[in-house]
């Protein structure tokens, strides 16, 4: 199963409950919710699909309708943001 | 070879210029008589082919970073103690300057350079900004008789909580007539033309998005790019930010005043 980890080269913020991401590289900025934040700091380590998704069912139990593909799909486009890497 | 000691905001520049050709921009900045300078500038003509767009190169090697648009050049020391600038007019003179001096308050983490009008009311500073063609000159000029800090560039020191907009030498339609004035920042507006004024509050993290494509900088490294993050970060938690709709007339400063 893919591994997942946040890229070296990002800087984060937190305003108001939400955290603003910067790739350093790219100078591109992505803001992200309560819910991807709790993800983005889970993944200062590696973490597969199935971790991400059982931690955050236990820290978002109301979350009932969110899925492993909902997770799998906001995974990519982090990676498309330039924000998180495959671990190999 | 002339030579100025200039002063931008709280910066001082020992300019050593080749030509006279160049002495209408480099008057834009107020001369000094203080001592210390912080960078040594070295300004020569017949560079390149006048502007024809904003392409950037940037090479960064051992000792120093090279900026490289089609009408100027401009190689500086890693550490910004010294510049030399290449350039074809003066048109890229100014670019030029507006390039050195925004990469060098990033650097030395005092502030940022921001792509907006500034006027003075009631002793605060209020900023508009917003794309090209939002209305930032137009802001300026219907905020008559105010003073402005700016109608193109503003410079703004950000130290911890405390935020100050410096009187900007980078204009683009009017002179700046209050060389050494300053004022704490009051409010920022990002600008929307509409048939109807409005303002409203924006989150801080809105703000932040909002406003980081609107620095002048050009990215070439991580831990200036970092120092863009934090200072901006200062910025939107000391400052509120708005989104103002406005009509083309001085209605909108009963929003503001």
Redesign the interface.
């Known amino acids: 199963m893919c591994k997942y980890i946040k890229k070296s080269?990002v800087?984060a913020?937190l305003?108001?409950n939400?955290w603003?991401l910067?790739n350093?590289?790219?100078?591109t900025?992505t803001?992200v919710n309560q819910l991807g934040g709790y993800c983005w700091d889970l993944l200062n380590e590696v973490q597969t699909l199935n971790e991400l998704y059982r931690s955050i069912r236990v820290q978002f139990p109301e979350s009932e309708e969110l899925t492993i593909n909902d997770i799998e799909q906001y995974l990519t486009q982090l990676i498309e943001c330039g924000l998180v890497e495959h671990d190999i | 070879m002339s030579e100025k000691r200039a002063i931008i905001a709280e910066h001082i520049f020992l300019i050593n210029y080749s030509d006279s050709i160049f002495e209408k921009e480099i008057n834009k900045f107020p001369e000094t008589e203080v001592d210390s300078i912080d960078m040594y500038i070295k300004i020569m003509g017949n560079y390149g082919t006048p502007f024809f767009n904003y392409d950037m190169k940037i090479k960064l090697t051992s000792n120093e970073i090279i900026f490289q648009r089609n009408d100027y050049l401009i190689e500086v020391k890693a550490d910004y103690s010294e510049a030399k600038i290449y350039v074809n007019n003066d048109f890229a003179l100014k670019h030029a300057m507006m390039n050195l001096y925004s990469c060098y308050i990033v650097y030395r983490k005092w502030g940022l350079l921001l792509h907006s009008s500034c006027v003075i009311d009631q002793n605060k500073a209020h900023l508009f900004t917003g794309y090209s063609g939002a209305g930032k000159s137009t802001a300026a000029k219907l905020s008559n008789p105010r003073i402005l800090l700016s109608d193109e560039a503003s410079i703004i020191k950000i130290q911890g909580n405390e935020i100050t907009v410096f009187d900007s030498p980078f204009r683009s339609e009017t002179e700046s007539h209050a060389k050494n004035l300053t004022a704490g920042i009051g409010s920022i507006q990002l600008l929307i033309q509409s048939n109807q004024n409005k303002r409203e509050l924006l989150?801080?993290?809105?703000a932040?998005?909002q406003l980081?494509d609107k620095v002048f900088?050009w990215?070439h490294n991580?831990e200036d790019?970092?120092n863009?993050?934090?200072l901006m970060?200062q910025l939107?938690?000391n400052t509120p930010v708005y989104e103002l709709y406005f009509q083309k007339n001085e209605s909108f400063w009963e929003l503001i005043s």
Do not use: G
Not at chain 1, 24 to 27: E, L, N, R, T
Not at chain 2, 203 to 206: I, Q, R, W, Y
């Open positions: 080269n800087e913020t305003l108001d939400e603003i910067l350093v590289d790219q100078f900025v803001k | 989150k801080k993290s809105d932040l998005m980081m900088y990215a991580r790019t970092k863009i993050l934090q970060q939107v938690q």
